[in-house]
């Protein structure tokens, strides 16, 4: 099973821009998706984006146009660059690769920790 590793949390002011960065230990497209989620306290986790291996991208809408999920082959990483950031985006941040279609399968990460100040 692949295992991940998120990073590139951090506190920023509103308006500001974090990258966030999930390295996958095997081939990241053994399970075909993977996608970013966050959850925020007291909330349910939320999906951001996905990034499926033979369809393109898709995001959440409340974060259609500032965030942007990539995935380098090569380094076996997938990408979440975050900007125009607002507080309402703060949580922690979780990547998941899975088949897609199928969560309940999904490999998580640990998690990386975003703040946002007013």
């Known amino acids: 099973q692949v295992q991940l590793m998120e990073s590139g949390g951090g506190s920023v002011q509103t308006g500001g821009s974090l990258r966030l960065s999930c390295a996958a230990a095997?081939?990241?497209?053994?399970?075909?998706?993977m996608a970013w989620f966050r959850q925020a306290p007291g909330k349910e986790r939320e999906w951001v984006a996905t990034f499926p291996r033979n369809r393109g991208p898709t995001v959440a809408d409340s974060v259609r146009g500032r965030f942007t999920i990539s995935y380098d082959v090569a380094k076996n990483t997938l990408f979440l660059q975050m900007n125009s950031l607002k507080p309402e985006d703060s949580g922690v941040y979780y990547c998941a690769s899975f088949p897609c279609g199928n969560l309940e399968a999904a490999a998580w990460g640990q998690g990386t920790q975003v703040a946002v100040s007013a």
């Open positions: 095997e081939t990241g497209f053994s399970a075909n998706c």
